[in-house]
């Protein structure tokens, strides 16, 4: 079975400052896709970075980026020079082959919070 | 013009009424599904259609009955609502199976149904 396990409900940061969000996750797939998910307080579910199980780069987008650890099954986002919306939910999930790709699963989700 | 649009954005019914969700992709996708969010914030797959067919079913209750008309719309009927039913639903689309050049799969959500069942 599939399982992404996120284990800080809550983090805090200053403003401009770096910041990693936790994310393991367990699978017996041997082709799998990572994914990160912003969730603002407005509620809806913004796409921020991809990385593939056979990718040997890690993912980057903007100020965000993906420390991707295949052998410890981790996949941590990576926020630089953190802004004041940044604050909100972040979900990391996962979808894999065994399920042809149609199922993506969540983690329990991180809420960022950053100070002024 | 809304890539996944879904209504209405908030229903509040009795316990043991019907409700219906629809929803609308226009990126050309195959595969759409319906996600729950419960008070804890955890989203949980319900259903995944692909080309209009049923391809996950995680376990719902058959008072949730989805139906694809076409590949770009997705509705969930709700039957005999229960307290436990509360929540935000997502609808979602991506293209279809795994990724590959130039599709990372990602998903592309609605802004959610917050249905509140008293």
């Known amino acids: 079975a599939q399982k992404i396990t996120q284990t800080q409900p809550g983090m805090f940061v200053q403003e401009k400052e770096a910041v990693t969000l936790d994310c393991t996750y367990d699978t017996s797939d041997q082709s799998y896709g990572l994914f990160w998910y912003k969730q603002p307080s407005s509620g809806e579910m913004i796409f921020l970075i991809y990385?593939?199980?056979?990718?040997?780069q890690n993912a980057t987008e903007g100020r965000y980026s993906l420390n991707f650890q295949k052998a410890r099954k981790s996949a941590n986002l990576v926020i630089s020079a953190s802004q004041l919306g940044d604050s909100a939910m972040y979900f990391c999930?996962?979808?894999?082959?065994?399920?042809?790709?149609?199922?993506?699963?969540f983690g329990a989700g991180t809420r960022l919070f950053v100070k002024a | 013009d809304t890539a996944v649009s879904q209504t209405p954005k908030y229903l509040v019914t009795q316990m043991g009424n019907d409700k219906s969700i629809k929803c609308e992709q226009n990126?050309?996708?195959?595969?759409m599904y319906w996600y729950k969010q419960d008070s804890k914030k955890f989203l949980k797959i319900m259903f995944s259609y692909n080309n209009k067919e049923l391809i996950i079913n995680e376990t719902v209750p058959n008072r949730f009955s989805p139906k694809s008309p076409d590949k770009a719309h997705l509705n969930l009927h709700i039957n005999s609502l229960e307290l436990g039913d509360s929540a935000v639903y997502f609808c979602?689309?991506?293209?279809?199976?795994?990724?590959?050049?130039?599709?990372?799969?990602?998903?592309?959500f609605g802004e959610g149904s917050r249905l509140t069942v008293l």
């Open positions: 990126l050309g996708h195959d595969t």
């Open positions: 999930a996962m979808r894999g082959i065994n399920t042809g790709g149609f199922k993506t699963i």
């Open positions: 990385q593939g199980s056979y990718d040997e």
């Open positions: 979602a689309s991506s293209q279809a199976g795994l990724a590959g050049v130039g599709n990372t799969g990602e998903l592309f």
